[in-house]
């Protein structure tokens, strides 16, 4: 939406230039301060532009360069971002405008000061959020108001907002199941097991998921080991018609957009509130299409819900907004004291999960246990199956073979993975500083040496785990193995886990050795 009252095309046009700059999500132009066309001191007080050529626009974040090797006196440079959304070649001439804030930020100026929203000025917000029409400043004053208070009314028409704003699917079958989990617990790749179970059963799973953002893998990172995953729309409905269920990045179909938005900016300023997980679960499950919801809520010392009451708080609001748009969704809640698995990254967590879809000896025994447990859930909304048999069948159809079967129908359906899949071969062990029992694991401290090693972008770094709480250990046994690809991303998860290790020992923490190759 323009802003600018000076549209007679008086002000001299430039050339567009794409600047090798990733600005993440943001769309930022670059202004020469020698500009032949236009004088950049006129915009020092404004933080935002309008690039117009013919009837396409494009609001921007300017950035004024000295540089003339970067952008010329008549040009203006794009930044990747942009230059992607704005999709007009390098060289098109394009007129450049000072633009106001969003005419919905006034909306949000208003609930800082106390005021509800409106539903239509919800709708307005996530539409120019959408549009990338704010600024991450803005995204996050819209936050931050919205943290402070959210009545019910707000809340569903969020809600509604975010599911509307992108792409909706329809399914021809009358019940379409899903299940989600809220995040934070290292290796929990259960929907990689969760849904070849459900399919091979026969109900209709299309699982769309995430890439992580702060943690070091979602399933989408962890399902690209084994898949393509940025499948199109028409991809992913042929791959549900053909085998029942699905595993791809919801990003690529664009469900929900505002949702990855909001939450890129939320989790820097640790904004996670219940109304707002709310709001970005439940919106991406209505334009899935689902029917039918399991959400799983880990509960621990460093989970998202470090209690009980928390979890019993969630799961109501979950189940009211879920009801007021005809969803039928059941919650659980789970051990959240530790990671899931052996394998933290996505190489190593997409081992363990072929390990309990093949029923290998060695395969985790926790993840088996807990993607059986989700899965009968799902299970027991087919009406044919009866009550109380949903574990028995989701661990007929994992051992018998039935699953694994499934799973590479999944994968042959979506297509080879591009990506490379081998372990970090540098690496570097944790070991145990004394004999004893281990007490306590610190997930989010695990999650960021993971994460310092390289993952997710390097798919084979991350962390091997050897030991979980209750296990005997003996002084100078491995706790853990780090995985990296480059000396640089071993040196510093090295570096974070000589500060704090995620064990506990009693009151005493591990110390670090080099790893016998």
């Known amino acids: 939406m323009s802003t600018s009252s000076n549209r007679d095309g008086s002000r001299p046009p430039l050339k567009v230039r794409r600047v090798n700059l990733d600005t993440g999500r ?42 003339d090797s970067l952008v010329a006196s008549d040009e203006i440079g794009l930044s990747e971002p942009a230059f992607r959304r704005f999709a007009e070649p390098a060289g098109s001439l394009v007129t450049v405008f000072p633009a106001a804030s969003p005419e919905s930020l006034e909306a949000v100026r208003g ?76 290796g929990n790749r259960t929907s990689m097991i969760v849904v070849p179970v459900v399919a091979a059963h026969g109900l209709t799973i299309p699982k769309t998921s995430s890439r992580a953002i702060t943690s070091p893998a979602g399933t989408a990172d962890t399902m690209e080991v084994l898949a393509r995953v940025d499948v199109s729309v028409d991809e992913m409905k042929e791959v549900v018609a053909a085998c029942r ?77 879920g ?69 028995a069948r989701a661990r007929e159809l994992l051992d018998s073979g039935a699953a694994m079967k499934k799973m590479q129908e999944i994968i042959d359906a979506q297509g080879p993975a591009a990506c490379r899949n081998d372990i970090g071969k540098l690496t570097f062990d944790v070991l145990a500083s004394e004999d004893g029992v281990i007490s306590e694991i610190d997930c989010l401290q695990l999650n960021r040496l993971a994460r310092s090693a390289g993952a997710p972008i390097d798919k084979g770094a991350g962390i091997k785990l050897y030991c979980k709480i209750g296990d005997h250990i003996e002084q100078g046994q491995p706790l853990y193995r780090i995985h990296a690809y480059d000396q640089s991303g071993l040196d510093l998860a090295v570096s974070a886990a000589a500060r704090h290790s995620g064990y506990v020992i009693g009151a005493r923490q591990p110390r670090l050795s080099e790893a016998t190759p």
């Open 323 to 391: 009801d007021q748009f005809g969803i039928s969704v059941e919650v659980i809640t789970t051990d959240g004291r530790q990671p899931i698995g052996k394998g933290i990254g996505p190489v190593l967590e997409a081992g363990d999960v072929m390990a309990v879809l093949t029923n290998e000896p060695d395969a985790p025994a926790d993840l088996r246990e807990k993607s059986l447990r989700l899965a009968a859930h799902l299970l027991e909304y087919d009406p044919q199956l009866r009550g109380g048999a949903g574990y």
């Open 111 to 186: 609930k800082i000061q106390g005021r509800p929203f409106e539903p239509a000025e919800i709708e307005a917000i996530i539409r120019d959020l959408t549009h990338y029409r704010y600024s991450d400043m803005e995204i996050a004053a819209f936050l931050i108001s919205s943290a402070s208070f959210m009545t019910s009314r707000e809340l569903l028409a969020l809600v509604h907002a975010m599911a509307v704003a992108g792409t909706q699917l329809k399914w021809p079958s009358p019940m379409v199941v899903d299940k989600h989990c809220i995040g934070g617990i290292p």
């Open 245 to 321: 269920g699905c595993l791809v990045w919801g990003g690529h179909v664009n469900l929900s957009p505002a949702d990855d938005i909001l939450i890129s900016v939320e989790r820097p300023l640790c904004l996670d509130t219940r109304e707002q997980m709310v709001a970005s679960i439940i919106s991406k499950k209505l334009a899935a299409g689902s029917t039918h919801l399991l959400i799983d809520l880990p509960v621990g010392p460093t989970a998202k819900l470090a209690s009980a009451n928390e979890a019993m708080r969630l799961r109501k609001l979950f189940e009211f907004v």
């Open 26 to 67: 943001e769309n930022v132009v670059v202004l020469s301060r020698h500009s032949s066309a236009l004088r950049p001191d006129i915009f020092r007080g404004f933080s935002r532009v309008e690039l117009q050529h013919g009837a396409k626009a494009l609001l921007a974040t300017l950035l004024i360069t000295d540089d």
